[in-house]
């Protein structure tokens, strides 16, 4: 029975994916449940097809925990590179786990660290020192099944985008907290090109097509690609030709700072409607009532006479 047992085990670990850690997934891919981390709640078990089917399913646990051994646990501990040793104090402001492996992701993907870092969500947490703006795993999803952008499963595919950017831009103490227009993600939809991709178009600009992904600005920001010069260039992408009177077209429709027309014309167009229908009502009740009244003293002053 015991011998037939650690054949099971043999038999598991061989088909455990080659260069995957099996040391660690020997526990981590049969345990179940959930543990209090730092910050919320973290689910201990890995799934481990889906690890070996992601993109990083090559690695070893330790390219990213990098500071802990196996076996249970001794405490994490080791150092860590400086690139990564650096990010560590901001990176915890938000990590549940294990900042270290949060932070590790610079080592391989250094030049998108950087771009975020200096985008208007970067500069949340490292400089404002705030916890509201997103890091990797805000867009990215679970580090242990991340999927190429292609896949439909992508938490950054066409299809998913909005839903990404909408956990925070949708989420009104956000958004006042930071004075940005609510509801961008409803008022895209109301767009030409967001009409079209509820229809499933697939070439239409989707949140990170006009703003970047990693390198996003505050709107009206000098390098800003959804303004002036930076906006036709957006533009241009697909509009060959776009011209700065192509360009002021309303990407959202009506998020008003930038098209007070639209927005104050939308204003006095529901003024005028309510306008039109209060007087046409208030005309039809005061008729009607004319109507009574007259009636009323008619058949009086007829009853009167006859
Ligand atoms: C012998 C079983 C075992 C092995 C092997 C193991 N772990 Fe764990 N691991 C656990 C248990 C049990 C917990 C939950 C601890 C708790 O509830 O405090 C855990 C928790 C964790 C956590 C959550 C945070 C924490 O520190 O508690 C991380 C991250 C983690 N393990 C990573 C790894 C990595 C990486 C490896 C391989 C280098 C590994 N584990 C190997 C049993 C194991
Ligand atoms: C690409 C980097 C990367 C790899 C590879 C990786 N992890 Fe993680 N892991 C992370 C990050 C990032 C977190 C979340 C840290 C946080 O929120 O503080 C995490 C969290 C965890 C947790 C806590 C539960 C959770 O999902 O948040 C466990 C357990 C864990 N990892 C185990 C493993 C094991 C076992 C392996 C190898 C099979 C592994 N990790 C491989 C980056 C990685
Ligand atoms: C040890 C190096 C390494 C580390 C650490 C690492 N990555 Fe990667 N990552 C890669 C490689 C290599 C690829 C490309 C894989 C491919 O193209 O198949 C990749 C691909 C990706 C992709 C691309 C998916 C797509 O659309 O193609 C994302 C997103 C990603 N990594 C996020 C992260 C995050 C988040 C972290 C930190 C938690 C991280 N990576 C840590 C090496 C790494
Ligand atoms: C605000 C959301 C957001 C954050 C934060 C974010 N990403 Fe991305 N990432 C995206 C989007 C959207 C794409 C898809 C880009 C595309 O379709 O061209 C992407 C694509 C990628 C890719 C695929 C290669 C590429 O450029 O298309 C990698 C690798 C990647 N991200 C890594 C990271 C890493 C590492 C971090 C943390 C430093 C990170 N991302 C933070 C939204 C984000
Ligand atoms: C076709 C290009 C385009 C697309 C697609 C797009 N935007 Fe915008 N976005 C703009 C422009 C241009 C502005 C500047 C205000 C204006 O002119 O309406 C803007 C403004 C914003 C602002 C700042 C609003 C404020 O007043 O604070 C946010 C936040 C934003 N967009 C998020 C998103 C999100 C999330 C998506 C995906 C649903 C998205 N955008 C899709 C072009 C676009
Ligand atoms: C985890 C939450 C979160 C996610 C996810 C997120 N954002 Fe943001 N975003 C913020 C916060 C918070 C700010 C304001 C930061 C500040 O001003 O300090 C912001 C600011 C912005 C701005 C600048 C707004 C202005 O005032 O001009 C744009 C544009 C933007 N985000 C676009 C996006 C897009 C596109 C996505 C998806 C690819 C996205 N965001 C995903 C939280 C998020
Ligand atoms: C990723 C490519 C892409 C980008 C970038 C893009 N558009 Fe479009 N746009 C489209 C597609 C696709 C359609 C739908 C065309 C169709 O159905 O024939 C469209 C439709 C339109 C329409 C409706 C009228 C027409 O010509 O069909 C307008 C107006 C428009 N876009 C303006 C803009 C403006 C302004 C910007 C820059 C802020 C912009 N677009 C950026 C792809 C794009």
């Given at each position: ?121 970067g500069e949340n ?170 009636n009323v003293f ?9």
């Open positions: 029975m015991t011998k037939f047992f650690f054949a099971v085990v043999i038999v598991a670990l061989l088909c455990v994916p080659a260069a995957a850690s099996t040391d660690c997934l020997i526990c981590h891919s049969a345990m179940q449940g959930k543990m209090e981390g730092r910050k919320g709640v973290v689910d201990v078990h890995i799934d481990i097809e889906k690890f070996a089917d992601s993109v990083h399913g090559d690695f070893q646990c330790t390219d990213c925990h990098m500071t802990y051994g196996t076996g249970p646990h001794t405490p994490p501990s080791g150092d860590v590179p400086a690139d990564v040793a650096e990010l560590i104090p901001f990176v915890s402001l938000k990590s549940k786990i294990d900042p270290v492996a949060q932070s590790a992701c610079v080592i391989c993907h250094p030049t998108i660290y950087k771009e975020l870092r200096e985008s208007v969500h947490i490292f400089v404002k020192k705030e916890t509201d703006g997103p890091l990797c795993l805000d867009c990215h999803g679970s580090p242990h099944y991340i999927v190429p952008k292609t896949d439909e499963n992508s938490h950054v595919n066409h299809a998913n985008v909005l839903h990404t950017c909408g956990k925070c831009h949708e989420d009104e103490k956000i958004v006042e907290k930071y004075d940005m227009s609510a509801h961008v993600i409803e008022k895209y939809k109301e767009s030409f090109h967001g009409k079209k991709y509820i229809l499933g178009h697939k070439k239409v600009p989707i949140c990170n097509t006009c703003h970047g992904s990693h390198n996003i600005t505050k709107w009206d920001a000098p390098d800003s690609p959804v303004i002036g010069e930076g906006k036709v260039k957006t533009c241009g992408k697909c509009h060959a030709g776009a011209t700065k009177k192509f360009a002021a077209a309303p990407a959202h429709k009506y998020i008003g700072k930038e098209n007070p027309i639209p927005y104050y014309g939308e204003k006095l167009l529901i003024l005028l409607v309510f306008g039109v229908f209060g007087f046409t009502i208030s005309h039809v009740l005061l008729e009607a009532f004319a109507e009574i009244r007259d008619r058949k009086k002053k007829g009853g009167h006479h006859e």
